[in-house]
């Protein structure tokens, strides 16, 4: 390797002029399209990154208006700029950039880089790497930048022709169509770029269309779909609302004997949703003060259960976590039972916990009752009741 002393500069000593473009040359911009089109100058991300930070050095943002086009920085500084890449590393990315045409370098006497200022301060002589070149590739360099974007964009659009292709061979039983997919498969596992990549495709598809089978016939028109529940087994329409019932004067609970009318019993043959089956689950005259006077161990964890209905369903989820029911469980029985009297069936499983071994499995069972329709809470109330006037009458 020859010291930079003996070595020549190749024209370069002289001031290299800038090309004065007809219209602005935003310097990001070039260096965005020489992203896309950097592989026909033989430049890798690492010479890219390399050439950002020299271009970097420029205060200003449009390339046709810099007055010099040589740029000095120091090893140290350049190596800060890369985030501090090492300087033999620096180096080889730099001669890359110097062999591809779009920087020079220009020498100085001891090899250093520097600028020769006058009095004034103004730059009358520079040493370093001299980025007119660039400016003067950069019409090349934006019309390859849109040439390659469209071959990527024809790229994309191929191979994915080409990936169905390899999805209808790999259910064609023939050995020509197995051997074929694989073949496709191991060109699609590649990282495809460039003329060559997007020819290969191309022959690939060739080959696959026309083999006989289920690849060369043309595709059936997509039928038009419906939602209807009769057609689809699969459809779903959710007709449980969230409704929290709280003591207001529209739906206040009556303090004595119940005027309300009962529910009206379904039609023979009329399906009842969850929300009829938890409303004929729970009776009308039961308020939370009459549910918690019944489950008083409630009232010895919360005082304010018995407050209103909200009240009630929020200490019955803290108190099914502490019985340890899972929260999986207690969907389960709001989506069967309805939230009030799931709420009330915790509070019973709460009373009597002493004497219930699996509070999860209790539930379950009761779920399963719901589910059927043979459920009722008031009825659950009711024995606890019996059992608590029993006790106090012994």
């Known amino acids: 390797m020859k010291h930079f002393s003996r070595m020549r500069s190749g024209g370069l000593d002289q001031a290299c002029p800038v090309p004065a473009p007809s219209a602005a040359l935003d310097k990001w911009q070039l260096l965005a399209a020489l992203e896309d089109c950097g592989q026909d100058y033989g430049l890798g991300y690492r010479e890219l990154g390399v050439l950002r930070a020299l271009v970097s050095l420029f205060a200003e943002r449009d390339l046709s208006r810099l007055d010099q086009s040589v740029v000095f920085p120091s090893n140290e500084t350049l190596a800060q700029r890369l985030d501090g890449m090492p300087v033999s590393t620096m180096r080889r990315h730099l001669s890359r950039l110097v062999a591809s045409g779009l920087v020079g370098r220009r020498l100085s006497p001891n090899g250093k880089r520097y600028a020769r200022r006058d009095r004034t301060g103004t730059v009358i002589r520079a040493f370093g790497f001299d980025l007119a070149p660039l400016v003067a590739a950069a019409p090349g360099i934006l019309a390859r930048a849109e040439d390659a974007r ?76 419906s939602t209807t529940a009769r057609e689809i087994e699969q459809h779903h329409q959710k007709s449980q609302e969230d409704i929290i019932f709280e003591k207001t004067a529209e739906n206040a609970e009556p303090s004595g004997p119940s005027t309300r009318c009962p529910m009206p019993c379904p039609a023979p043959g009329s399906e009842v949703g969850p929300m009829q089956r938890a409303a004929a689950r729970r009776d009308p005259v039961l308020t939370p003060a009459s549910i918690v006077g019944i489950c008083t161990e409630a009232l010895s964890f919360y005082p304010d259960a018995g407050d209103s209905w909200r009240a009630l369903e929020t200490r019955a989820g803290q108190i099914a976590a502490m019985i340890g029911l899972s929260p999986q469980l207690l969907a389960a029985g709001r989506a069967e039972m309805g939230r009030e009297v799931l709420a009330t069936t915790v509070l019973c499983l709460l009373q009597c916990h002493a004497r219930i071994r699996n509070p999860g499995g209790y539930l379950s069972r009761l779920i399963a009752e719901a589910r059927a329709g043979t459920y009722r809470c008031d009825g659950f109330l009711a024995s606890l009741a019996a059992q608590a006037g029993g006790a106090r009458a012994a």
């Open 150 to 225: 469209d071959l990527a964009c024809t790229l994309a659009a191929r191979r994915e022709t080409l990936s169905l292709l390899r999805r209808d061979l790999e259910c064609d039983p023939t050995e020509a169509g197995l051997e074929l997919a694989a073949r496709i498969r191991q060109l699609l596992r590649r990282r495809l770029r460039g003329p060559a990549a997007l020819a290969a495709v191309e022959a690939l598809i060739t080959e696959a269309v026309a083999m006989p089978g289920p690849c060369g016939q043309p595709v059936a028109p997509t039928p038009e779909l």
